[in-house]
């Protein structure tokens, strides 16, 4: 099921999406983080009063973020595609290391989120070298810790895609860290939907980033290094994950800090993420003064 938190008539509200129409849900949410903390349950009763529901063209409403309450900052993955590891060698500013025999993980703040089709703010006052990367994203569905890589993927609620736009030199700047350079507000698209885990297999999905019409991504889910049970058993060694946490399982090759010549974003251009199965993000980059720009409340 591809459950969206959308906008119609000027109200959010919570909807199913099916091919190019949408079944409005009457749950009162503003986003979907509630049916996901109650868990799969909640899709199989929306799954029952389904063809109960009237349904409206998917062109009447705009779909914006999925998530938007988070209880922690995003959970990311670093390096978890060997080609995109290789790539960056000579490209970190003295700041290469050796392949790691385990996942890398980080954080990003979740001020970030914008939804699939909401521009993507660059200021130039910040840094000249924005860069894309289109990743997976697995939302957790149900509490756990030390969970056994066995069963991980009873812990997922469900995917959807995302694009960590990242600034390269900020990435460098602050001890080797990648926090300051991967939060910069309003800079990563996510959604379109999430898509349940019951109606989805991730272990090998295409997926794709198109930059002003051109292909400079394209991968499988087969190709990371660590898998998705993986990344959660080890994630969650000591640490509880929690329903609604969301976790980015990392980029392939093709970004654009490693390209010769480097090929970063820049006012105006037009980003395209899409995954077999998940949909697509399609966000302009634009210009701002993220001094003055509006912060969300």
């Known amino acids: 099921m591809r459950l969206a938190t959308v906008i119609h008539d000027h109200t959010r509200k919570l909807a199913v999406v099916e091919d190019d129409s949408v079944a409005l849900l009457d749950c009162g949410d ?5 049916l996901v903390r109650a868990g799969l349950e909640s899709v199989d009763a929306i ?15 705009k779909l914006v973020a999925p998530l938007t309450r988070f209880r922690r900052d995003i959970l990311c993955t670093g390096w978890n595609y060997w080609d995109h590891f290789s790539e960056g060698f000579g490209r970190r500013e003295g700041q290469d290391v050796d392949r790691p025999d385990r996942p890398t993980f ?6 970030t989120v914008i939804g699939p089709n909401d521009p993507i703010a660059l200021d130039e006052r910040i840094s000249s070298q924005w860069d894309y990367e289109a990743e ?3 939302v957790i569905g149900k509490d756990g810790r030390n ?6 993927t009873t812990h997922i609620f469900g995917y959807m895609l995302a694009n960590d736009v990242s600034v390269r030199d900020l990435q460098r700047a602050h001890g080797g860290q990648w926090l300051k350079g991967k939060s910069i507000d309003n800079t990563m698209p996510i959604g379109p939907w999430l898509t349940t885990a019951d109606d989805f297999d991730a272990s090998n999905v295409k997926f794709e980033c198109t930059l002003n019409g051109q ?15 993986r990344l959660i058993s080890e994630l969650s060694e000591g640490m509880t994950l929690r329903s609604g946490d969301v976790l980015l399982t990392g980029t392939p090759t093709g970004v654009g800090n490693a390209r010769t010549p480097q090929l970063f974003l820049k006012d105006g251009d037009q980003l395209i993420v899409r995954g077999e199965g998940l949909g697509e993000l399609r ?7 993220l001094t003055s720009y509006e912060v969300r409340i």
């Open 30 to 34: 503003v986003d979907l983080s509630g």
């Open 47 to 61: 799954r029952s009063g389904l063809k109960k529901l009237d349904r409206i063209p998917l062109a009447d409403v």
């Open 106 to 111: 980080f954080t990003k703040g979740p001020d």
């Open 136 to 138: 997976l994203v697995v």
């Open 147 to 152: 969970i056994p890589e066995s069963e991980a």
């Open 215 to 229: 292909v400079v991504q394209s991968a499988t889910t087969a190709q990371m290094a660590f898998s998705i049970p």
């Open 283 to 289: 966000n302009e980059v634009r210009a701002v003064d």
